[in-house]
């Protein structure tokens, strides 16, 4: 069965602390993968994606994330978080070929100022 | 509009009432998505259009779940005899889809506000 799984339901942390937050996925083909985020009152954006090349990519705002094929894995970092990176974020992944994103349960994180 | 438009924000029906959401895409985008997202939760796929045709219904909970599309650009769903198990935010996406390596491909989804239904 394709899923996605986060490791963290809610994570809080001070300023200028480092983030990591786990994704791991299950899904029996090459895949596309996202991390997107949820700021409170807004909609999703896209924070970062990967397709192919580099497995080591960057997003807005300082995030990164590394593709592992080997673990199945695609954790986001941050290696100094602020406050204003309160929000819900979200790993998703999809075929290759494209169509529907299948994402993990959210990680809530709270940054205290 | 510059991204993607849901309508409404916010619907409160009582159970047994039909519903109609609307999406409109941003301007060009091939691709059109349904999600459903319940409280604590990541979203859910529902549906997926490419331009007027409905590709992707895998994701629709039961037959009172109805999506069209029918002109490619502006998306409605629907919702026939509401429980309270439908009570969610259902949100839209839309992508540019572009020819690929293996004559498929596409780009980021974006996503609509999204419509918060609460069914009492």
């Known amino acids: 069965a394709q899923s996605v799984s986060q490791h963290n339901h809610h994570v809080i942390l001070s300023e200028a602390a480092s983030l990591e937050l786990g994704c791991n996925y299950s899904?029996?083909?090459?895949?596309?993968l996202f991390w997107y985020v949820q700021y409170p009152g807004q909609h999703l954006q896209l924070l970062l994606k990967?397709?192919?090349?580099?497995?080591l990519v960057k997003g807005i705002k300082g995030f990164e994330a590394e593709f592992i094929k080997s673990k199945f894995s695609f954790n986001l970092r941050k290696p100094s978080v602020q406050w204003s990176d309160t929000a819900e974020y979200f790993c998703?992944?999809?075929?290759?070929?494209?169509?529907?994103?299948?994402f993990g349960q959210g990680t809530e994180l709270s940054v205290k100022p | 509009g510059a991204g993607v438009s849901q309508s409404p924000r916010y619907k409160v029906a009582k159970r047994g009432q039909d519903v109609a959401l609307r999406c409109d895409p941003i301007?060009?985008?091939?691709?059109l998505f349904w999600y459903q997202q319940a409280l604590g939760q990541g979203p859910e796929f529902l549906t997926y259009?490419?331009?007027?045709?409905?590709?992707?219904k895998s994701g629709l909970p039961s037959d009172r779940f109805f999506a069209e599309r029918p002109e490619g650009s502006v998306s409605t769903l629907k919702i026939q005899r509401t429980q309270q198990e439908d009570s969610a935010v259902y949100l839209c996406?839309?992508?540019?889809?572009?020819?690929?390596?293996?004559?498929?491909?596409?780009?980021?989804?974006?996503f609509g506000p999204g419509t918060r239904l609460l069914v009492l």
């Open positions: 996406a839309s992508s540019i889809k572009i020819p690929g390596l293996a004559g498929l491909g596409w780009k980021t989804q974006y």
């Open positions: 899904y029996g083909g090459t895949v596309n």
């Open positions: 990967y397709f192919s090349g580099d497995p």
């Open positions: 998703a992944v999809a075929p290759l070929t494209g169509g529907k994103l299948i």
């Open positions: 301007s060009g985008h091939v691709s």
């Open positions: 259009f490419q331009n007027e045709a409905q590709l992707d």
